[in-house]
């Protein structure tokens, strides 16, 4: 009898903890859900054979985290994501496995656009150029970024003609001998976002991609309305919203990042949100 | 002498199956295998790879415990139930009943091997069906990393018979032959590590100490093919011979280190 009460008290105590006990869980903070790291050095020695393993395990760690930043922005929930914890840990990755193309592919979708760290992202993926010597992705990575970001043309078409030789895609060819004249700065990141969405397979990923080209769409039809009014009336619009007073905007676009667009000094079409997560830094115009 | 060998062996690897710990083992992987498409399909742009890389590591894994538990077991336990008392009384060798032991727990590894291999193929045919890569899957090169695995543990396993005809308890077996298990598969990066720039910064004698090390312990880093597997890149087989006699010299030596052990130990 005994037993059986002991028995009885234990399974309730425990179905009375495991929901509480379950939401704790569900709830930690996002920061304890990316956690921290050992040195790539001390964790490559540790793992031994399971070098790859774990570097697929850090990646699969950072994509969860990475999703549910993204799921709380959707939900109006600003979460300041730890970019330099979370650049640290695809580094390690890297180190650990330097063939894993989840880690550049990756780095190149986050952190040159949300946090400007293209230097970073391009050392990375200059790893990847020397250990993936068949991949022309990462190459692809390389040009886009010399070029989108940096405007040097000269090593974004040397990247870019790597590129096509691995691949053997004019794709690439016409992209290297684009990057050499190229100024308009927003079709040609649109052209390498589609690129990257219609490849992208994991949705937290492609939706960061939409975002970034939805807003891209909206800064290049702001800025080409921009031009026609210019032509016209001889002077630049004050405010995106003149361009739908006078006719030349039907709709104004929305900003996906929920900012609202202006004009800066120069003319340049630019919005509130910066195009960027609340904590990342000033991002693209046109 | 042969044919005592051969049915002692016999004998051990009937008591292996008999091992319900091991039906365990592989009834854990065995779940594990099953887990590996829906982990693959983690992957952003390698699901192909992902499948090869955590079917390596589950093999690897599996062969790792099985090693471990029949390495450093089956000496002390033969002793503990005086079936080596029994069986010594016999007109048979110390050296043939050690070897034994040896030939069953290698037989046992190779066949696991064999049986974890043709699992994964299945689920990496599986995995690679849902989300095809542009590397196409190498056979070959998943073939030798599984050789690799299975002459490493080959390699584990006569430590561990090392220290079981040394030891009187489970514990220093199955401890020490982790323990080698470790040093072993770290030596390689601590060696470079030591040789390159962070050495400079270390006292000579403790570098000398770890580069001593280096050249006793077994390198298990050297039976790793896991990226050329995963990756398909090319393998050398001029290095994979020179590894394979490396392998083959040092078993040799810890083999005769076993019986030379065995044939004077005292039996309860």
């Known amino acids: 009898m005994t037993r059986r009460v002991v028995c009885f008290l234990l399974v309730l105590a425990y179905s009375l903890l495991i929901v509480p006990f379950a939401d704790l869980q569900k709830n930690r903070p996002i920061e304890v859900k990316l956690g921290y790291l050992p040195h790539s050095q001390l964790l490559k020695i540790s793992s031994g054979e399971h070098c790859s393993t774990t570097a697929a395990l850090i990646v699969m760690r950072v994509l969860f985290y990475y999703g549910t930043v993204l799921q709380k922005l959707q939900e109006n929930v600003v979460v300041r994501p730890e970019f330099l914890n979370l650049f640290k840990t695809v580094q390690t990755a890297v180190d650990l496995d330097p063939y894993n193309m989840d880690t550049y592919y990756f780095a190149q979708a986050v952190f040159p656009w949300d946090v400007a760290r293209v230097n970073e992202v391009n050392y990375l993926l200059e790893q990847g150029v020397r250990f993936r010597t068949w991949d022309p992705f990462v190459p692809f990575y390389l040009g886009f970024n010399h070029a989108y970001f940096l405007k040097d043309y000269a090593r974004a078409a040397g990247y870019m003609q790597l590129a096509a030789e691995r691949s053997g895609s004019k794709f690439y060819a016409q992209l290297a001998a684009r990057y050499f004249y190229e100024s308009e700065q927003t079709s040609l990141g649109l052209a390498f976002l589609e690129t990257m969405i219609r490849t992208a397979k994991d949705k937290a990923v492609r939706k960061s991609y939409e975002l970034r080209r939805d807003a891209l769409l909206a800064t290049q039809i702001i800025a080409e309305a921009r031009d026609i009014y210019r032509t016209k009336y001889g002077k630049l619009p004050s405010s995106p919203i003149e361009l739908l007073q006078k006719g030349v905007l039907i709709t104004l676009p929305e900003d996906p990042y929920g900012g609202s667009f202006y004009f800066d000094e120069r003319g340049k079409v630019r919005t509130t949100s910066k195009l960027v997560f609340p904590s990342g830094e000033p991002g693209g115009g046109s | ?268």
């Open chain 2, 1 to 268: 002498m042969l044919s005592q060998l051969v049915i002692l062996v016999i004998a051990h690897l009937r008591g292996i199956l008999r091992d319900r710990i091991l039906y365990g083992i592989f009834g854990v992987a065995a779940v594990m295998i099953l887990l590996i498409p829906a982990l693959s399909s983690f992957s952003m742009r390698q699901v192909q790879e992902l499948s090869i890389t955590l079917s390596l590591s589950v093999v690897s894994a599996v062969m790792l415990v099985v090693t471990l538990l029949l390495g450093a077991s089956s000496v002390w336990r033969d002793i503990e139930r005086r079936y080596t008392s029994s069986i010594l009384t016999l007109p048979l060798e110390r050296a043939t009943f050690l070897l034994s032991k040896y030939c069953s727990v290698v037989i046992f590894l190779v066949v696991s091997a064999v049986v974890l291999g043709l699992s994964c193929s299945v689920v990496i045919l599986l995995a690679s069906a849902s989300y095809p890569s542009d590397i196409p899957i190498n056979w070959g090169n998943i073939s030798v990393a599984l050789c690799g695995a299975t002459v490493k543990y080959m390699l584990l396993a006569a430590f561990a018979i090392l220290l079981s005809s040394l030891s009187t308890s489970f514990y220093l077996p199955f401890f020490g032959a982790l323990s080698i298990y470790f040093c072993g598969s770290a030596s390689q990066e601590v060696y470079e590590y030591v040789s390159g720039e962070f050495g400079r910064g270390m006292s000579p004698y403790s570098v000398n100490i770890v580069k001593a090390a280096y050249y006793l312990l077994p390198n298990f880093s050297a039976f790793d093919f896991q990226v050329q597997a995963v990756y398909s890149l090319p393998v050398s087989f001029p290095d994979l011979s020179l590894t394979g006699l490396y392998a083959l010299v040092y078993i040799a030596i810890l083999l005769y280190l076993a019986m030379l052990s065995f044939e004077r130990r005292e039996m309860p």
